[in-house]
C-alpha cells in the first residue's frame, strides 16, 4: 500500500505506459512476465476496489495495455496452460491472448501484413488477388501504420471487428491475404 502512494497515479500511468510500449519489443521468454505483470495489476485493482488507492490505476491506461497485448501477443500468445500460475488463466484473459480461432500455423506479423497490403492497393483492383476495393484496402492500411509507428497503442475488439467485417464485404476468401487477415484479427476481436 506504501509503494503504491509512494509511485501516485503518474508513477501508475508511467509504469502502465512502459509496458505498453515493452509490447512492440517483447521476445518469447518476456510474453510470461508480461502477462504476470498484468496479473499483478488486475490484483492491485481487486484487492483495492472501493479504496481510494484503487483510482491511483486508471483503467483507460489498463485497457491501453489489454489492446497493446492483443495486437502484439501473436508470436508468443497464448501461454501453455500448464504454464499459468494458480489457473490464472480462467480469472485473466491475457493468458489466453490471443484467444480464438487461427487460420494460420505461422501468424502474421503485423509489419508483414502492412508489405503485403501495400502490395496489394499497388496492384490495378481486377488484379487484386483479394478482389479488396482500394477504399478498403486504405482504410485498414492506416489503422496499421498508426499502430506500427505508436501512434495507437494497438488494436481494440472493436477495431478488429471493423477489419473482419471489411474483409468479409466481398473479399475473395479464398485469397491468402485475406486468410492472413482474418488469422491476425480474429482473435483480437473475441
Known sequence: VAALRYLGADGWDEFIGRLVHWTRELAADDWYLLCAARSGLQFVAEELAGDQL????????????????????????????????????????????????????????????????????DRPEQDRSTKAPADALRRILAGCERVLDGTLPGFRGADAATVNRLVADGWNAAATLTGRLRGYFQPIEH
Open 54 to 121: 484503487a483510482a491511483l490505476i486508471r483503467q483507460d491506461r489498463v485497457a491501453t495495455l489489454d489492446d497493446a497485448m492483443r495486437t502484439f501477443g501473436h508470436p508468443f500468445g497464448p501461454i501453455p496452460l500448464t504454464s499459468v500460475p494458480s489457473r490464472l488463466h480462467r480469472r485473466h484473459k491475457w493468458w489466453r491472448y490471443p484467444a480464438g480461432p487461427s487460420e494460420a500455423d505461422d501468424p502474421p506479423t503485423l509489419q508483414a501484413l502492412v508489405v503485403e497490403l501495400r502490395a496489394e492497393l
